[in-house]
C-alpha cells in the first residue's frame, strides 16, 4: 500500500481515462443491487467478487484523479511521526511540538517519541483553513467598509 509519502498527481491521459471510467463505473453501481456484485476482468476473463463499498471507494478515487487532483490512501488509525505531521500540516516540527503540547492535537507518547494519529492532523488542518478562509473573508469585508477593496 503505497503511504503519504507517495503523492503523485495524475496526468492529464490519466484524468482523461479516470473521467471516462467514473461516469461508467457511477452508471453501473447505480444499477447494482448485491452487497457484493462480481465484477470481470476483460483482459484475463477472471471474475472476483468485491464489496460495493470498495467499488464506490474506488469510484471516488477515479473521479478525484479525474479531478487533477492529487490523493492518498492511507488506513485511518495510521499514526505519523511529529516531522511527518508539520510536513502535512505545512509547518516546522519544533512547532507541531508546540500544538501537540498545547493540546490543539492529540497524540501519545512511544517511549521519548510523539506519535500522531493521521486522521487528528487532517482534522486539525481542515479546521485551520476553515478559520483561514474566515479570516480573508472578515478582511475582504472590512477592506470594502474602508473603500480599500473593490468587489
Known amino acids: 500500500m503505497e503511504t503519504y509519502n507517495n503523492i503523485n498527481k495524475p496526468s492529464k491521459d490519466e484524468q482523461k481515462l479516470a473521467l471516462e471510467s467514473y461516469d461508467a463505473l457511477a452508471s453501473v453501481i447505480e444499477q447494482l443491487k448485491s452487497e457484493n456484485p462480481e465484477i470481470e476482468i476483460e483482459e484475463t476473463e477472471e471474475r472476483i467478487k468485491i464489496p460495493l463499498s470498495a467499488l464506490k471507494f474506488l469510484g471516488d478515487i477515479l473521479k478525484a484523479m479525474g479531478q487533477g487532483k492529487p490523493f492518498s490512501l492511507v488506513p485511518v488509525a495510521t499514526e505519523v511521526t511529529t516531522q511527518k505531521a508539520a510536513e502535512i500540516i505545512g509547518c516546522s516540527r519544533p512547532h507541531l511540538v508546540k500544538l501537540l503540547e498545547e493540546g490543539q492535537i492529540e497524540y501519545t507518547k512511544v517511549?521519548?517519541?510523539?506519535?500522531?494519529?493521521?486522521?487528528?492532523?487532517?482534522?486539525?488542518?481542515?479546521?485551520?483553513?476553515?478559520?483561514?478562509?474566515?479570516?480573508?473573508?472578515?478582511?475582504?469585508?472590512s477592506d470594502e467598509e474602508l473603500g480599500i477593496y473593490d468587489s
Request: hydrophobic residues 30%; positive net charge.
Open 111 to 141: 517511549g521519548k517519541h510523539r506519535r500522531v494519529k493521521f486522521e487528528d492532523v487532517m482534522r486539525y488542518k481542515k479546521r485551520m483553513k476553515k478559520i483561514q478562509k474566515q479570516n480573508i473573508i472578515d478582511i475582504m469585508k
